[in-house]
């Protein structure tokens, strides 16, 4: 019977695809710049002066809006969002999923009469009351009271998302239960921001320097992969999951290196210019673009920005990354692992700490009175590193990235820093007395008065390490490429504001016995004596490094399983509710989402191998089976001896057989599982689930090397990868 191969037709169609008319591609950056936002500039020059000075002090000051005030910025945004063509508004959140969220009201109403009524005034625009009961609340919400509530973040401009048929206006918003306990990413962020200038606003003054506001910056290059979209809807494990469950490796794989930096291919590039033109309608300052390890993988950076505006612009450009893909025939893959024994990918989060007048307190400055600053910083973020180490990787724990860390591509689950041979040195100095040259004054006895040139360049860094210093920043590198960078950053955040506290506490004390620079290194000289255990400069791929993290007494949390747990340490709790960033309450109900989000990615991922290989992989091969089986009978009649038909036969029997008992395993399994807290559950499907699913992943993929292509019922890697 003639079969008809969907495969080729995809790959056909995939070939065949050609741009759609671009003809009025216009790309003047000045012009289009922000034109999609309502910056604070734009809001400023539609407000009468008195609402815009009330207005900035909750901007700036974060005094709460009154309903005045509200009132008219409501007008004022409604007009201009009107102006532009919109006729919906939306509270946009960010829940503990790691996406977004939105409800859509409309500004117009019509009535009975044939007339319209328009909403959205003040108390529109303050709160709103979304119907919250399908988002994760970790308990913190009792069923019988399933709402929760929005409440704008006036420091985050308002912006338009356009279709084709229409815009509508979103508001950047705080996403609360009744009780005010936060439900979101964005809540806690903004408290963490707060401890930060808190303590950082202290540690300067110390330092004689005075500033309005400290917060941190953060800016965060996205890696992602492209696929033709006749591929994806072929894979239900793309569709499902995000990554293909099952795949062999194809023989061209990136072994030649030949795609990292390669020129473009022009349907890529074509779709890149989309995606900046509409990032940069929407005010969001991307930067740079390039190929990435991977066949099929690609990279893009924006300038950084303060770190609230800067997780909301990551998200939005997830959004339209995964919105213009479709336009032009791809699907864009944000997952950590699309392809197996290929790089995945990831969001490098560059965080520093700056002031409102744009000192970056990580940049090693000219004198050395600056050096000792930016001593003092430096060597906060290590020590806070090395004292939360469980809390950096809770931060980054989830069943996608799992498969990158530690998989010889991305950062090792120990949470180390790279900080560079100089740096090093002057801290092992700095530790070991530091009095080479003391009898010169010059920066804390090391006899250097400043500090050497440190090099800014990106081609000695150690990219094996999951938190670098590069030369007047922290990259965090194991943070993963679908996550919201929210978490990472309040961790970072309240962390470094807990050390810098400390330093305060101990220096404030110490000055009043000894002058400041004898003061400050007695600080940094007992504040680095353990945290030095986090500095390595090595090769964070290497066995040897897992030998030596054990004797420092590191942390390796290798699985999700294993990391999430910690957060709910005491230790944990203490400090998150000591700076006010999460409640011990807050604290358990992301702990238990975000397990629960771990099995249940699981349970998708374990159904979706077991359909795959149940409804296209065995129907294939046994095809295939019977095919073998009549040649070898055929050839038997004629009296033909025919050795390689019959071994094929065997070969496919026993894999189908392996098969069939991988998949009994994995039932098995799973009919066996006991249950108990989410907890416990997400152990054993850590424990036992995955290797099931694993052994059935094989012997699918040993099945795709032997059966005939046009048999095959998913697209392959190959086809995947390199068709575009
Ligand atoms: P490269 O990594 O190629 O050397 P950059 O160092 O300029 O490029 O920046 C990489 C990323 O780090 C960019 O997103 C950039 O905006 C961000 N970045 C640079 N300086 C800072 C800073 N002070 N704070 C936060 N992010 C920063
Ligand atoms: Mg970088």
């Known amino acids: 019977m003639p079969h008809t191969v969907q495969r080729y037709d995809a790959l056909a169609a995939a070939k065949s695809w050609s741009p759609i008319s671009n003809g009025d591609f216009k790309m003047q950056v000045t012009e289009i710049f922000g034109e999609n936002t309502l910056n604070h500039e734009k809001l400023k020059e539609r407000l009468p002066k008195t609402v815009w000075k009330e207005l900035k002090k909750t901007i700036v000051e974060g005094e709460p809006l009154n309903s005045q005030v509200a009132d008219v910025v409501s007008l004022a945004m ?86 084709q048929n229409g815009k509508y206006l979103c508001i950047p918003t705080a996403f609360a239960s009744w009780k005010g306990e936060a439900l979101d990413h964005k809540t806690p962020l903004l408290r963490s921001v707060e401890a930060l200038n808190k303590q950082a606003k202290r540690a300067l003054k110390l330092f004689g320097v005075e500033t309005k506001r400290v917060t941190s910056t953060v800016g965060s290059e996205q890696e992602y992969f492209l696929i033709d979209q006749e591929f994806f809807y072929r894979r239900p494990d793309l569709m499902t999951s995000g990554r293909t469950l099952v795949g062999a490796k194809p023989p061209r794989g990136q072994e030649l290196d030949d795609h990292y930096f390669g020129s473009i291919p022009d349907r890529v590039l074509s779709f890149m210019l989309e995606v900046e033109r509409e990032l940069y309608r929407l005010g969001v300052p991307v930067k740079t673009r390039h190929n990435e390890v991977a066949p099929g993988q690609f990279e893009m950076a924006p300038i950084f920005e303060n770190c609230n505006i800067a997780a909301d612009h990551q998200q939005l450009m997830m959004i ?60 906060a973020v290590l020590k806070a590193v090395y004292k939360h180490q469980d809390l950096l990787r ?43 040259n003391s009898k010169k004054k010059g920066l804390l006895g090391l006899g250097t008065p400043v500090l050497p040139e440190l090099p800014l360049d990106a081609g000695d860094r150690n990219r094996t390490s999951p938190f670098a210093f590069t030369g007047n920043k922290f990259e965090f590198r194991a943070v ?76 390796n949390l290798k699985t999700t399983a294993d990391a999430l747990p910690y957060l709910a340490d005491e230790k944990n709790i203490k400090l998150f509710e000591k700076y006010k960033v999460l409640n011990e309450a807050e604290v358990h109900s992301r702990l238990e989402i975000w397990t629960e989000q771990y099995v249940t990615n699981l349970t ?16 294939a091969a046994v095809r295939y089976i019977n095919e073998l089986g009549e040649a070898v009978r055929d050839t038997k009649d004629l009296g033909i001896e025919n050795p390689g038909v019959e071994n094929m036969l065997k070969t496919m029997v026993e894999a189908v057989n392996n098969l069939g008992t991988a998949l009994d395993e994995l039932a098995d399994i799973q009919a066996k599982l006991e249950g108990g807290s989410i907890l416990e559950q997400s152990v054993e499907y850590k424990e036992k689930v995955i290797p099931a699913m694993t052994k059935v992943r094989d012997a699918v993929d040993f099945l795709e090397r032997y059966s005939p292509d046009d048999y095959w019922p998913l697209p392959i890697y190959r086809e995947m990868l390199f068709v575009k």
């Open 394 to 436: 809770v931060s980054i724990a989830s069943a996608g990235n799992d498969h990158r860390l530690g998989a010889n591509e991305a950062p090792p689950a120990i949470i180390s820093a790279f900080i560079g041979e100089q740096l090093e040195d002057i801290i092992n100095q700095l530790l070991n007395g530091g009095l080479k």
């Open 604 to 619: 998708i991922e374990v159904d979706t191998t077991e359909a795959i290989a149940k409804t296209m992989v065995y129907p």
């Open 320 to 379: 339209v990354l995964r919105k213009t893909a479709k336009r032009y025939g791809f699907e864009c893959l944000l997952h950590e692992k699309p392809f197996d024994g290929l790089n995945g990918s990831g969001k490098h989060l560059n965080w520093s700490i700056s002031t409102k007048e744009g000192q970056n307190l990580l940049e090693p400055g000219d004198s050395p009175h600056e050096n000792m600053q930016f001593l003092f910083f430096f060597t």
């Open 78 to 163: 409604k007009e201009w969002a009107v102006e532009k063509g919109a006729t919906h508004y939306t509270h946009w959140f960010q829940p503990l999923t790691g996406a977004t969220a939105e409800k859509h009201d409309s500004f117009i109403t019509p009535n009975q009469g044939g007339g319209a009524v328009s909403e959205f005034s003040g108390k529109d625009l303050i709160k709103g009351e979304p119907d919250a009961s399908s988002f994760p609340s970790g308990g913190l919400r009792p069923t019988f009271e399933a709402r929760g509530y929005t409440a704008w973040d006036p420091t985050s401009p308002v912006f338009l998302i356009e279709n």
């Open 480 to 555: 993963g490429s679908s996550q919201s960078v929210s978490f990472p950053t309040v961790v970072l955040n309240t962390i470094v504001a807990e050390a810098i506290d400390e330093y305060c506490t101990k220096l404030e004390a110490a000055l009043e016995k000894k002058d400041f620079e004898s003061a400050l290194k007695d600080v940094l000289v007992d504040g680095m004596k353990e945290p030095r255990k986090i500095m390595f400069n090595g090769d964070g791929y290497s066995d040897e490094w897992q030998t030596e993290a054990a004797e420092r007494g590191l942390l």
